[in-house]
C-alpha cells in the first residue's frame, strides 16, 4: 500500500531516516540501489523502481530535488526493455549515472541478471538528457568482453575519469566517453565484499561495503587509499558494531559540496523483501570525515544540510510527546500488550489489531520498537474520516531498537486520526543458496507519538 493522495510540494524540512519517504505526489520514492547525481544546481535521484509482488526489473526511476528533503518523480528513466538483459523477468540494480566530461552525454550503468541470479552481467545506457530516456546499450566491455560481476557502484575522480566499481573490491577505469573499459586498476581487493561506493577527500578515498548477507543488514567495513590501485587499508566498520550499518546496506555517497563546507552523505538501504515498493526505507547519514578515519557515530533520526555552505546540522522531531500508554489520547483495539523490558511500550503481533491517535496539528512522528520477529504495520491518516496518505512500516530488524518509524509530511494544520494496523505479514526471503533470512513473526509496536504544528 502507499500514499494515497498528493501533498504540498514542499513537505519535508529535514532527512529522516529509515521511514517512508514520500515523493511530490503523495506516493513512497521507490529508488533504491540509488546514487544522485547533481546537474544544473539540481539533485537527480536514480534508483531502482520496485513492486511489492516480485524481485523482476521494474525500470529505475528518477526523481529530482532543489534541496535533498522533497523529492519530484521525474521518469521511469529506463523502462523493461521488449527483450534482452533488462527484458521482462530479469533483474536490474544498483544503477548509477555519470555525466561524461569528454561528450556531455549521461551514461548508466547497472547490474543485469536473471531472476535466479545466475548470469550476471554489468550493462550501460545513455541519454542527452539527465533524467532520459536513457537507451540500454548492452554489456559494457572490457578486452571485447562483458564484466560477469553482480553488485557494482560508480565513481567520478577530480579529473573527471570515470571509474566503475564491483563487488570484492575490483575497479575499473573507464574511457572518457565511459562507454568502455580502458583499465583494469585494482583486483580482488576487499574480497567477500558487495555494495560497493567510493568518494575522496583531499587525497584520501575511501572504499565502502557490505559483506554479503543478501537483502538482510549486516555491519559494513571501509578501507582507505592515497590512489586506486592501492595499497588499501582497512578500517573496520565506520558504524557502530551491532548496529548493521544503522540497519543498512550501502549503496553510494554523495559529496554536498558548499562554499566552507563538504558533507559526504552516506546513502544505504533498508530492504524490505518483498515489500520493496511500498516498505524498503533510505538511510542518509553524514559520514564523519577525519583523516583515515571514517565513521557514522551515532544515526541521526532527522538532519538538515545548509546547501549554500555544505554544513550538516542534526536536527529533531519537534512537537508534544504522547507516551503510547496515554489511555486519554491513545486508543487501542484487538491484543495489545505492555512489552515486558519496555513498560512504556504496548505491542501486538494480533492481525487487524489498531492503535489510533487523534491530533491537531500538521505533522505527526511516531517511535516503536523494532525486533527480530517484527511485521508489516498499515499507517494511515484520515481527516473526518477521509483518507490522507496510507503507508505502510516494517517493524523488523535482527537486533532490536527503538527509534523513529514514520513521520508524516508536512500537512495543512487541521484534526487528523492516525492509525497503525497490525497487517498480519512480514518480510522474509532465501538467498541464492536457499538460506531463510528476515522476520519471524507479525510484531507491530508502539512507544510514543510527536505531534507538530509547524
Ligand atoms: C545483495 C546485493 O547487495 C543486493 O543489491 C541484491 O542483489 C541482493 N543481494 C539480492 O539478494
Known amino acids: 500500500m502507499i500514499a494515497a493522495s498528493a501533498q504540498t510540494a514542499k513537505h519535508y524540512d529535514a532527512i529522516y531516516s529509515g521511514v517512508p519517504l514520500l515523493?511530490?505526489?503523495g506516493r513512497a520514492v521507490s529508488a533504491h540501489g540509488a546514487c544522485i547525481l547533481k546537474e544544473n544546481g539540481k539533485y537527480y535521484l536514480f534508483g531502482e523502481r520496485h513492486s511489492d509482488t516480485s524481485n523482476a526489473f521494474a525500470g529505475f526511476n528518477c526523481y529530482s530535488s532543489a534541496d535533498l528533503y522533497n523529492?519530484?518523480?521525474e521518469k521511469i528513466a529506463l523502462p523493461v526493455q521488449p527483450s534482452g538483459r533488462l527484458g521482462p523477468n530479469r533483474v536490474g540494480e544498483r544503477v548509477k549515472v555519470m555525466k561524461s566530461p569528454k561528450t556531455g552525454e549521461f551514461v548508466m550503468f547497472m547490474h543485469t541478471d536473471t531472476l535466479g541470479y545466475t548470469d550476471p552481467v554489468i550493462g550501460y545506457a545513455t541519454s542527452?538528457?539527465?533524467t532520459g530516456p536513457y537507451v540500454f546499450r548492452g554489456a559494457i566491455l572490457f578486452n571485447?568482453?562483458?564484466i560477469k560481476r553482480w553488485d557494482m557502484g560508480s565513481f567520478q575522480d577530480d579529473d573527471g575519469k570515470g571509474y566503475l566499481l564491483i563487488h570484492e573490491g575490483d575497479i575499473y577505469r573507464?574511457?572518457?566517453?565511459y562507454t568502455r573499459i580502458e583499465e583494469q586498476v585494482l583486483a580482488n581487493m576487499s574480497s567477500g565484499c558487495e555494495s560497493p561506493a567510493v568518494f575522496k577527500k583531499g587525497s584520501t578515498y575511501y572504499w565502502l561495503s557490505s559483506h554479503k548477507t543478501s537483502w538482510e543488514r549486516n555491519d559494513n567495513e571501509y578501507y582507505t587509499a592515497s590512489s586506486l590501485k592501492g595499497p588499501w587499508k582497512a578500517g573496520g566498520n565506520?558504524?557502530?558494531a551491532g548496529t548493521l550499518t544503522w540497519n543498512s546496506q550501502t549503496t553510494f555517497v554523495l559529496p554536498v559540496i558548499g562554499a566552507s563546507d563538504t558533507t559526504?552523505?552516506?546513502m544505504g538501504d533498508r530492504w524490505s523483501y518483498p515489500k520493496q515498493e511500498s516498505a524498503a526505507t533510505y538511510v542518509w547519514q553524514p559520514l564523519v570525515v577525519n583523516g583515515s578515519v571514517l565513521s557514522i557515530p551515532a544515526f541521526q533520526e532527522a538532519w538538515t544540510i545548509d546547501l549554500k555552505t555544505g554544513k550538516p546540522a542534526s536536527s529533531v522531531v519537534p512537537g508534544k510527546e504522547i507516551p503510547a500508554s496515554d489511555a486519554n489520547r491513545v486508543g487501542y483495539t484487538g491484543a495489545w500488550r505492555p512489552v515486558s523490558s519496555l513498560p512504556e511500550q504496548r505491542s501486538s503481533d494480533e492481525e487487524g489489531a489498531r492503535c489510533t491517535v487523534a491530533f491537531t496539528g500538521s505533522r505527526i512522528a511516531w517511535y516503536g520498537q523494532s525486533t527480530a520477529d517484527g511485521g508489516y504495520a498499515r499507517v494511515t491518516i484520515q481527516k473526518n474520516g477521509?483518507?490522507?496518505?496510507?503507508s505502510l512500516v516494517d517493524m523488523y530488524c535482527k537486533n532490536p531498537n527503538t527509534s523513529l518509524r514514520f513521520i508524516s509530511p508536512v500537512l495543512p494544520k487541521d484534526s487528523y486520526t492516525l492509525a497503525i494496523e497490525v497487517a498480519g505479514e512480514h518480510g522474509n526471503w532465501s538467498d541464492k543458496r536457499k538460506s531463510m533470512y528476515g522476520s519471524t513473526g507479525n510484531r507491530v509496536s508502539v512507544e510514543r507519538f510527536v505531534v507538530s504544528d509547524k
Do not use: I, N, Q, T
Open 23 to 25: 515523493d511530490d505526489g
Open 71 to 73: 523529492w519530484k518523480f
Open 128 to 130: 542527452k538528457s539527465v
Open 144 to 146: 571485447g568482453s562483458p
Open 174 to 177: 573507464l574511457s572518457d566517453e
Open 238 to 240: 565506520f558504524a557502530p
Open 264 to 266: 559526504f552523505m552516506f
Open 386 to 390: 477521509r483518507l490522507v496518505l496510507s
